[in-house]
C-alpha cells in the first residue's frame, strides 16, 4: 500500500502570505505517514529565478518530494533551480517510488494559461507507459476533464481526447491526477479516477455556490485553509482519496 499526499498550486512569490500557507501543509505533511508528496505545478507565481529559490527551501520532507510545472511556472528557471539543467523543452519526468511509477507531463504552453501535451510530450507518455513494469501515476496540471465551472474549464487542457488515447490503452494506469483548478475535485478520465487538488494558496469559488457574478477578480477564495489529498493506492491498483484542510 501506498499513501501520496497530494497539494497544488503554491503560488510562491516571496510574499509572506504565500510563504506562509506553504509551510501550514508542509509541516502538517511532515507529521504524517506518508510516502510521498506530489506538488501539481504553478510552484512559482511569476516563474523568477527567486521564487524557485524559494520553492527548492520550502518544498522539501524527509519523503520524496515530486514537482511538476504549471501555466505560472517558467521552464528555464525551473530548470535551472531545481533540475540543474538549462533549456525551455517540456519538463516530462519519470519517477519510480517503491514499486510505482509517477509518469508527470507538462502540459503547460508559454505564455498561455491553457494547456496542452506537445507532441513530444505524448510520445514521451506513450512510451513510458508501454514499458511500464510497474502500476504508474499520471500527472499534469491542467485538468482534462470538464469540472463544470466555467471560469477554470476555459483554461482546461486542450488536447484531452489525444492524452485519453493514450490512456486507454495502458491497463497499468492507476490514476490522472492533476492541480490547475485550485478546487478539490474528483472524477474519471479514460476510465481512469482522476483527482485535481486544491490550491494551497487559494481555493476557487463554485457558482453554485454563490450568487455573484464570478470573474477572475473575485473567483478566489483567500480566506478558506489550505487543503490536501491523501490518495491511498493499495496493492490491487485500487485509488481512494481522503481530503484534509492542514492544521494551523
Given at each position: 500500500?501506498?499513501?501520496?499526499?497530494?497539494?497544488?498550486?503554491?503560488?510562491?512569490?516571496?510574499s509572506e502570505r504565500?510563504?506562509?500557507?506553504?509551510?501550514?501543509?508542509?509541516?502538517?505533511?511532515?507529521?504524517?505517514?506518508?510516502?510521498?508528496?506530489?506538488?501539481?505545478?504553478?510552484?512559482?507565481?511569476?516563474?523568477?529565478?527567486?521564487?524557485?529559490?524559494?520553492?527548492?527551501?520550502?518544498?522539501?520532507?524527509?519523503?520524496?518530494?515530486?514537482?511538476?510545472?504549471?501555466?505560472?511556472?517558467?521552464?528555464?528557471?525551473?530548470?535551472?533551480?531545481?533540475?540543474?539543467?538549462?533549456?525551455?523543452?517540456?519538463?516530462?519526468?519519470?519517477?519510480?517510488?517503491?514499486?510505482?511509477?509517477?509518469?508527470?507531463?507538462?502540459?503547460?504552453?508559454?505564455?498561455?494559461?491553457?494547456?496542452?501535451?506537445?507532441?513530444?510530450?505524448?510520445?514521451?507518455?506513450?512510451?513510458?507507459?508501454?514499458?511500464?513494469?510497474?502500476?504508474?501515476?499520471?500527472?499534469?496540471h491542467h485538468h482534462?476533464?470538464?469540472?463544470?465551472?466555467?471560469?477554470?474549464?476555459?483554461?482546461?487542457?486542450?488536447?484531452?481526447?489525444?492524452?485519453?488515447?493514450?490512456?486507454?490503452?495502458?491497463?497499468?494506469?492507476?490514476?490522472?491526477?492533476?492541480?490547475?483548478?485550485?478546487?478539490?475535485?474528483?472524477?474519471?478520465?479514460?476510465?481512469?479516477?482522476?483527482?485535481?487538488?486544491?490550491?494551497?494558496?487559494?481555493?476557487?469559488?463554485?457558482?453554485?455556490?454563490?450568487?455573484?457574478?464570478?470573474?477572475?477578480?473575485?473567483?478566489?477564495?483567500?480566506?478558506?485553509?489550505?487543503?490536501?489529498?491523501?490518495?491511498?493506492?493499495?496493492?490491487?491498483?485500487?485509488?481512494?482519496?481522503?481530503?484534509?484542510?492542514?492544521?494551523?
Amino acid at each position: 500500500m501506498m499513501i501520496i499526499a497530494h497539494i497544488s498550486d503554491t503560488h510562491l512569490d516571496g510574499s509572506e502570505r504565500a510563504r506562509a500557507r506553504t509551510r501550514r501543509v508542509m509541516r502538517y505533511l511532515r507529521g504524517c505517514d506518508i510516502d510521498l508528496i506530489l506538488v501539481s505545478g504553478d510552484l512559482a507565481d511569476h516563474g523568477e529565478i527567486s521564487e524557485y529559490q524559494e520553492v527548492k527551501a520550502e518544498l522539501v520532507a524527509d519523503v520524496p518530494v515530486l514537482m511538476l510545472p504549471g501555466n505560472h511556472d517558467n521552464r528555464s528557471a525551473y530548470r535551472k533551480v531545481l533540475l540543474g539543467t538549462d533549456g525551455d523543452a517540456p519538463i516530462n519526468q519519470l519517477h519510480r517510488v517503491g514499486d510505482v511509477l509517477f509518469a508527470l507531463c507538462d502540459s503547460t504552453i508559454p505564455g498561455r494559461d491553457d494547456g496542452r501535451l506537445a507532441p513530444e510530450t505524448l510520445e514521451w507518455l506513450r512510451g513510458v507507459l508501454v514499458e511500464a513494469d510497474a502500476p504508474v501515476v499520471v500527472g499534469l496540471h491542467h485538468h482534462p476533464i470538464r469540472l463544470h465551472n466555467p471560469l477554470v474549464d476555459s483554461i482546461r487542457l486542450g488536447n484531452a481526447d489525444e492524452f485519453a488515447v493514450i490512456v486507454r490503452q495502458a491497463p497499468g494506469v492507476a490514476a490522472v491526477l492533476c492541480g490547475h483548478a485550485h478546487d478539490a475535485a474528483a472524477g474519471s478520465f479514460a476510465g481512469r479516477p482522476l483527482l485535481a487538488a486544491p490550491g494551497v494558496v487559494s481555493t476557487t469559488r463554485l457558482p453554485w455556490t454563490t450568487t455573484d457574478e464570478l470573474t477572475w477578480a473575485n473567483t478566489a477564495d483567500l480566506t478558506d485553509p489550505p487543503g490536501v489529498m491523501f490518495h491511498v493506492l493499495d496493492d490491487e491498483g485500487t485509488l481512494t482519496t481522503h481530503v484534509r484542510t492542514a492544521p494551523e
